[in-house]
């Protein structure tokens, strides 16, 4: 049978013995996480931590448990499951932690730690740098001037406009973030900014 | 067979249910295909790519249930990326645009939109059953629709699905006039749920038998409707945070023991642990324990209750029972077929050391007879605890076992668990689904490739050296449907060895393994009537056509068998060669 082309280098025999091959299987598994994180944050929730965020010490074995568990879809537990029996998962603890944060006109949502933010310009500045884009601090800050708006879903469901109450407040209410075009945010249902409109 | 005219072969054919048995009649001449097809009531599509709507009504014009599976199994543990398919839309719009009367749909891992469950309301005066199994894509919206417009309605079940609660009144959509549901689960709500209507809607169903509620049904709430439904056989609790006050706890217990035909038990999200004891009463009858998302339950409160379920066959628990637990379980359910122990600790932070181990599977095997399922999350294993598992259970038709560590020795030898997994395969003479894991080399296949004959699902993860243990699987096992691999050293020689075996199986799943570019070109080229759909995510990766390097390693690819060629709701990252 023909070989070339059909790249069998790579699959060739390998003669070690079992478990050798564990710190070039951790590399790529690395990789293969790494690569996920790239591409899409669509497939992290708020308790898997299936991603491996740190640059890229590619060629050190990391054998603490918190390595171990960082390979997407491992174990083989089903999200639904993942998200129920987590310990945070319930709805009545909200705020702290992290969030999804949606952005129209983009195919993906991201994760964010309100926690790791001191007020609403660390936010704006935090929003920024997620989606590389210079517009959102702008929209939290002076939000007339912006075509864009960033508004929050509260504990009770709500949607309301970030920026309006006490930074700590707003963290222990938050659930999630979007960040939406100011011309579709007419007839959305935004609760009234305050008093005296 | 000829001499008897077809109304008599049909009404033989009426005993005959299994899809499989149905199968074969239609096989055997021209005018019993012809009769079974015209009387064919329900169908099972395993994969909803292998044919189109059109062609299944074609065949099946008197169809009643149809079962539909759209993402592949891994599209469970988030390998799948958003938007991949398996919409059910177009099955429903066929299905009404051709008048087919359709009572019943079962869907799988399928991407269901408030405007498919308009629509399904709509056309079907007959519909009785919607059952949704992790499927996604809908709101309370669209369960409002079907509430609303589905007059016959006996059966709502809505099984670990993700639905975007809007926290409208669906419940108050079902009318006043519907009294017929026997079957209502809607226990992944996340939202709030109108219990006034809920309770309405329970008392006014004598025949209802399944009611799973929500997080959100408190207490007192669960009383009472259970005190409108002692005829209840099948309960999902919610979640109870607080301790009751004695009044709603003696309200509860008297409620519970009046349910006197409860057969099966789940739910308990939350529970505080002082809530448990009210159901003690019931625990003689039960036959189905589900207390998997009852994280907060430690170990000794989980025991006190199964030592009262004597006549237990079906099991779901989370590992903080501890092996000691397990032992109670051995020592009273004596009828136990099913045993499913999930991890309660999924991203191994805590250092656990109440999770469970060999010991409590190898107390398990020793002390129920009966037992032919199992899904087992454990730290550790040995080949020994294995060889005696296999030793006291040949009987398992489905064995899972999944070491949380990938690449995990048996750790007294430290040795690969090639021969633990052998004397299961080798014992378990009726074993049809398997999961391996633990450090593994090709020697487990050969043995899987051996002695597994009617293996019809295999998971591999971390497992094997060389293409040599893909190919003893696929040369050995003749009955193989499913092939799920991910993170092993298979590549095109083992992928390209005999391409004319996929079309014998339903679909074969790879990722993270060695396959390459290529070789999937390769396998495509001369197979028709396979999909080839390599699944690529990173935008940086997908270069021009004639810039693309075919040694490249494929990130994951499915391929499944089908007789309706390439689809056309792929989304860009994926390409079907």
């Known amino acids: 049978m023909e070989k070339e082309g059909l790249g069998l280098e790579i699959t060739e025999l390998r003669l070690g013995l079992p478990g050798r091959d564990v710190a070039e299987k951790m590399m790529k598994k690395r990789a293969f996480t790494e690569m996920n994180m790239t591409s899409s944050g669509s497939n992290s929730d708020q308790c898997e931590s299936g991603v491996v965020s740190s640059g890229g010490d590619v060629e050190k074995v990391n054998d603490s448990p918190a390595a171990k568990s960082q390979v997407v879809g491992w174990p083989p537990v089903c999200s639904y499951r993942r998200k129920n029996s987590c310990k945070e998962a319930s709805t009545t603890k909200v705020g702290l932690g992290y969030v999804k944060v949606s952005m129209d006109g983009v195919p993906y949502l991201r994760k964010m730690d309100l926690g790791s933010s001191q007020g609403y310009d660390d936010l704006a500045f935090a929003l920024d740098k997620l989606f590389g884009f210079r517009g959102i601090g702008v929209a939290l800050k002076d939000g007339d001037n912006c075509e864009y708006v960033t508004i929050y879903e509260d504990k009770d469901g709500d949607w309301m406009l970030a920026g309006d109450v006490p930074w700590g407040m707003f963290i222990e209410s938050c659930k999630r973030l979007r960040i939406m075009k100011r011309s579709d945010a007419s007839g959305f249902g935004l609760q009234p900014r305050g008093v005296d409109e | ?577």
Request: glycine share 6%; charged share 25%; with cysteine.
């Open chain 2, 1 to 577: 067979m000829n001499y008897f005219p077809d109304e008599v072969i049909e009404h033989v054919f009426d005993f005959v249910v299994s899809h499989k048995d149905r199968n074969s009649i239609s096989l055997v001449c021209k005018s019993w295909y012809k009769i079974e097809r015209c009387s064919r009531k329900e169908v099972f599509i395993g994969n909803c790519y292998a044919i189109n709507p059109e062609r299944l009504i074609g065949r099946f014009p008197c169809l009643k249930s149809l079962t539909l599976k759209g993402k592949p199994h891994f599209a469970d543990f988030n390998l799948v990326p958003h938007e991949w398919g398996g919409f059910v839309l177009p099955w429903i719009e066929a299905l009404a645009r051709s008048r087919v009367g359709l009572e019943e749909l079962r869907l799988k891992r399928m991407v269901v939109t408030d405007e498919s469950l308009e629509l399904l309301s709509r056309s079907f005066a007959n519909f009785k059953s919607l059952v949704l199994v992790s499927c996604e894509g809908f709101t309370t919206d669209g369960l409002a629709s079907i509430a609303a417009n589905c007059r016959q309605l006996r059966e709502l079940d809505l099984q670990e699905n993700e639905i975007d609660d809007h926290r409208g009144q669906w419940l108050n959509c079902f009318p006043d006039s519907c009294t017929t549901l026997t079957s209502l689960n809607f226990a992944c709500l996340k939202g709030e749920t109108n219990v006034a209507a809920l309770e309405r809607l329970v008392a006014r169903s004598p025949n209802l038998k399944s009611l799973k509620l929500n997080r959100a049904v408190p207490l007192d709430a669960l009383a009472r409707l259970m005190s409108c439904a002692p005829q209840l056989v099948d309960l999902g609790v919610g979640s109870y945070e607080n301790e009751p006050d004695p009044e709603s706890f003696a309200k509860l217990m008297t409620a519970i023991e009046k349910c006197i035909s409860l057969r099966s038990l789940s739910g308990f999200l939350e529970v505080a642990p002082l809530c448990l004891p009210a159901f003690y009463p019931i625990c003689q009858n039960l036959i189905s324990l589900n207390l998997s998302y009852a994280a907060e339950i430690q170990g000794n409160h989980l025991i006190k209750l199964i030592q009262l379920c004597k006549r237990l066959q079906r099991l779901w628990i989370l590992d903080s029972i501890g092996d000691k637990g397990l032992v109670v379980v051995a020592d009273t359910c004596k009828e136990l077929q099913e045993l499913r122990v999930f991890p309660s600790d999924v991203h191994g932070e805590e250092d656990n050391n109440a999770a469970v181990t060999e010991v409590g599977l190898v107390a398990i095997s020793a002390g129920c007879p009966k037992l032919h399922s199992i899904l087992y999350f454990c730290k550790q294993m040995t080949n020994a605890a294995l060889i005696a598992v296999a030793k006291n259970c040949p009987n398992f038709i489905r064995f899972r076992l999944c070491i949380l560590e990938p690449h995990k020795p048996d750790h007294i030898t430290s040795q690969s668990l090639d021969e633990g997994f052998g004397a299961i395969v080798q014992a378990c003479k009726g074993l049809r689904r398997l999961s391996v894991s633990g450090l593994l080399t090709d020697q487990v296949f050969l043995y899987i490739g051996m002695y597994a004959e009617q293996l019809e699902m295999l998971s591999i993860a971390f497992a094997g050296d060389t293409d040599k243990g893909m190919l003893y699987v696929l040369n050995g096992c003749k009955k193989m449907r499913k092939l799920e691999i991910r993170d092993s050293p298979f590549g095109n020689a083992a992928l390209l060895a005999d391409v004319g075996r996929y079309e014998t199986m339903r679909s074969l799943w790879m990722s993270s393994c060695e396959v390459t570019l290529g070789g999937c070109k390769r396998l495509a080229q001369n197979s028709p009537r396979l999909n080839v759909e390599i699944i690529n995510e990173n935008e940086n990766n997908r270069m021009e056509q004639n810039e693309e390097d075919e040694r490249e390693k494929v990130d994951k690819l499915y391929l499944y068998r089908t007789v309706v060629g390439t689809r056309k709701d792929a989304p860009p990252y994926v390409r079907i060669l």
